[in-house]
């Protein structure tokens, strides 16, 4: 069989993997997503969906300038990709209340509390916005633009969307390895050889398998989370609340998100009962009644952690045309547009933000363990 030609390679189509395969053949560049199952449906789909640039970082120098500007470009792309596709990814306006339980708390709080697009609520505005709060709650930090959406919708519409645009999208397809022949790379798999100018791994926690086979000692830490959801048949959530990194996400069809767990380093997908348990306590702390609610499905999925927080997101150190794109734990869907529109610039040649370039590069692992 002949091995089918592109400018890109993307191996892997999550959330990642299919912004990059958007932005790129956006550009007229020749794409395809090599996909070992469906896409999205790994980590991707169980994420809860939350756009929290706001509610996610507690230092403001690289991570929150990009995942800000991530969240920005959401704003842009949920027009975009639903006149493209007719696909609607479900961005929720509202927010999120960040919940404070004693001033201690509200002292953590400080260095959001004084950025301008967040709002201090006391407990009677927190319950204005959430009359289910509990009584303990004291107030919340009111993030208006850490907004939510459906990530599986969002990662199909964007492979879709890039579809449109020209790319080549192959389902249950695994890459075996990856090689480089002259100027070339060649993409093995059990459906035959791709060959392409660039490749770019975005295989979320199973990168690992890749990074060694490349000559890389990095590794990404799976960090599972289990959740489980709800119907509610009661006055509908408008806002998403947070406390302790556990949360309830509101879903159009009045389905609560109810998450989630971070067990680390354990590779098993299917969620536990002590977790679910754990994920039902913490939210009957922040709204007691979902205690009556009826379940509708629970699972878990695996967070592709790095050692230091930041994803990689950059070329191989020594083989040019070969490109990383993982790492990017509990906000892959959040960063997406950003790495999706970063990964383009390196591969067209646009420049990047230095900080970023620096802050993500592959080889700082190596600089930092020598
Ligand atoms: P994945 O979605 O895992 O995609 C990687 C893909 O690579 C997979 O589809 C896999 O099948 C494929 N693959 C692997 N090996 C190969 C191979 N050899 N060949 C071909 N394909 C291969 N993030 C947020 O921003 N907001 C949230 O609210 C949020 N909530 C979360 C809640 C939970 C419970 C979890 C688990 C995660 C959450 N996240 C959230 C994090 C987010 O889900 C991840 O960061 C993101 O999905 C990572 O995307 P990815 O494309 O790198 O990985």
Known sequence: ??????????????????????????????????????????????????????????????????????QLLYK???????ELTAIDF?????????LVYSENEKKELESILSLSSVEWLDNKEARKRVPQLSKEVMGAAYLQEDVHITPLIACNSLS?????????????????????????????????????KNVVIASGVWSNYFFQ????????????????????EGAPLRYAVFHDQFYIVPRNNNELIIGATKKWNDWSENPSLDGLEEVIQKAKKMIPEVGEMKWTRAWAGLRPQT????????????????????????????????TGKMIRDLIIGTPVEKEWLDAFKVERNIFAYG
Request: glycine content about 12%.
């Open 307 to 338: 050692y230091d927080g930041h994803p990689y997101i950059g070329e191989h150190p020594e083989m040019k045309g070969l490109y990383f794109a993982t790492g990017h734990q509990r906000n892959g869907i959040l960063l997406a547009p950003a």
């Open 160 to 196: 879709k969307g890039a579809q449109l645009f020209g790319a080549e999208i192959y389902e249950y397809t695994r890459v075996l390895a990856v090689s480089k022949t002259g100027m070339e790379y060649s993409i093995k798999t059990a459906q035959g050889t791709f060959l392409a």
């Open 90 to 98: 479900e961005k929720r306006n509202g927010g999120l209340l960040k």
């Open 1 to 70: 069989m002949e091995s089918k030609q592109f400018d890109v390679v993307i191996v892997g189509g999550g959330i990642i993997g299919s912004s990059i395969a958007y932005y790129l053949a956006k550009e007229n560049r020749k794409v395809a997503i090599l996909e070992a199952d469906k896409i999205g449906g790994k980590s991707t789909s169980a994420a809860a969906g939350m756009l929290g640039a706001h509610s996610e970082y507690k230092e403001f120098k690289h991570l929150y300038p990009f995942a800000r500007s991530s």
């Open 213 to 232: 086979q490349l000559g890389l000692s990095h590794e990404i830490i799976p960090v599972k989370g289990e959740c489980v959801a709800a119907i509610n």
């Open 76 to 82: 842009q792309l949920y027009e975009e990709i639903r």
